[in-house]
């Protein structure tokens, strides 16, 4: 369906003739509000404190306890420190945007629901389709990442029970991990409780985490001040690898920060989402960079930086000073942080599922809520199952790439839509055809005309009506040349976004082509710079949209410095997304064309939108009021 509106041109729904087929890759749906919530919803129960919870969980990995010793030894050496706050800078350009969308428009789905409702229905799919690659592989991979951890406590796998060690099949040569099944029931088994309770569960094991942290830090902290701190005297200085080196190490720990879209996805569950969100993104993202500062700068205090040992740095910086015991403690904080790793990664997964399933482009199975519970229960433990048969079976430690697509490409998608929330929030509302009824008598009323190619203009009912005020032609000439004014400034907005998202992707591609001529890469870099400069030179001299301030659910958290904060977002993630490599993107280009055709096949022909009527937001609640008196 085309709908044309002489406000902002032409925008497309679901009934088109002509575009059916394109036109439903950029039909976007509404916030949601009193007027479209058709479905039930989930138990609003958690508190600014489990998001906390839930955020340091999701986000503290057993990365802090391998990852910070290969970036030092290899990247960053003593100046680790500064990559971890680097990379906790950069990925706070993307929790402010998450806080921002999380506040206006407080749904299951986190990313795609949000780039569903700003940019459109066939982007929004890709992003829902790779966070479910995300969250299946990632759950898989921490929960294969535990069993060695474990087998620490019971003196190395070879003791661990015969039915949790790992076996190997030998007609098929694969090697099954009962263990890492286990633990992936026993947390869908934790979330079919209920969110409060699991929220509960992730609380008690991320404190454990937090102060195993602790101890390292105030430990390793006696034992530096004691020893001298011998880590820092070096004779190559604090910069042994220089500032690219810096950088290269915070590309890598950028990805230990990348929990906080957790959060996000539990906004229907929240008491006050537009009070509490914010508060939870920012207090879980502060707390984990402050500890991974601390514990880095500890660890590569006590030991020089080419000393640590790659897979185990606190174990052996610890070891080094004769404090063997403490690699049980270490042991302990390293399998609290994997599981609570494992409950953040299997959490969101089924709140997208039902989010996409309640648009129409999943079948409606995944949308049932739990009377009791009031959790997405089927999806819960469909994607429970799915997670642990894969962990079982399949060693995905070589797909663990796979999940930073999904992650950066849902990053890169929320900056976007804060820019067209500041600058071109969508002015239409999708109107569902059976409210044709109350249309009819509201437009006879209006003096305007809806059909299914065409909606309300409020130029032309201003026209419609120019009879009645033919006594005041200034008053008709002042507004229509307003309109006309708010029209170009809204394609300008709209063409600038789309240009910036083009020099970015220019630049970064040119940058990370490394085969490319050394004069051709320039050049396309010297391009994209020029589109990217221009680009957020005119953003920040031209108006913002006023409607922006009552688009979606108003009052909480608004982003900062718009548009140079979400552009640098863009940047940041646009190029760590190209950078992956070949063979990641071959892997998910093979997950994207299944998507593609489920998509084509399943979700365009049951999308909600399928049959919708777009009209102005401005005749949106008169329409639903005349409706609800249709009704009575």
Known sequence: MIVKDDNCGVSFGGGGRGLRGFGSLIRRK???????RRHAQLARKLSAVDLVGIGVGATIGAGVYILIGTVAREQAGPALVLSLLFAGIAAGLSAFCYAELACRCPSAGSAYHYTYICIGE????LVGWSLILEYTIGASAVARGITPNLALFFGGENNLPSFLARHTLPALGIVVDPCAAALILLVTLLLCLGIKESSMAQSIVTTVNVCVMLFIILAGGYLGFKSGWVGYELSNGYFPYGMNGIFAGSAIVFFSYIGFDSVSSTAEEVKNPQRDLPIGISTALTICCILYMLVAAVIVGLVPYYELNPDTPISSAFSSYGMEWAVYIITTGAVTALFASLLGSVLPQPRVFMAMARDGLLPPFFSDIHKGTQIPLKSTIVTGVFAATLAFFMDVSQLAGMVSVGTLLAFTTVAVSVLIIRYVPPDEVPIPSSLLTSVGPLLTHSGGDIG?????SPVEQLHDKSEALLGH???????TKDEQNEKSRRKLAAWTIALLCIGILVITSAASAE????????????????????????LACIKQDDTRHSFGHSGGFACPFVPFLPAACILINTYLLIDLGVDTWLRVSIWMWIGVLVYV????????????????SAYADEIHRSQAIHLA
């Open 30 to 36: 509404q916030v949601d509000s009193v007027h479209n």
């Open 122 to 125: 066939g982007v929004a799919w």
């Open 452 to 456: 299914e190619d065409r909606a309300i």
């Open 473 to 479: 032609p200034l008053i008709i000439k002042e507004q």
């Open 515 to 538: 085969w490319c001529p050394r004069i051709l890469r320039f050049t396309f870099c010297g391009i994209g710079g020029i589109l990217l400069l221009c680009s957020i030179i005119i």
């Open 601 to 616: 096949f399943y979700g365009r022909t049951h999308s909600s939108l399928l049959h919708a009527i777009y009209v102005p």
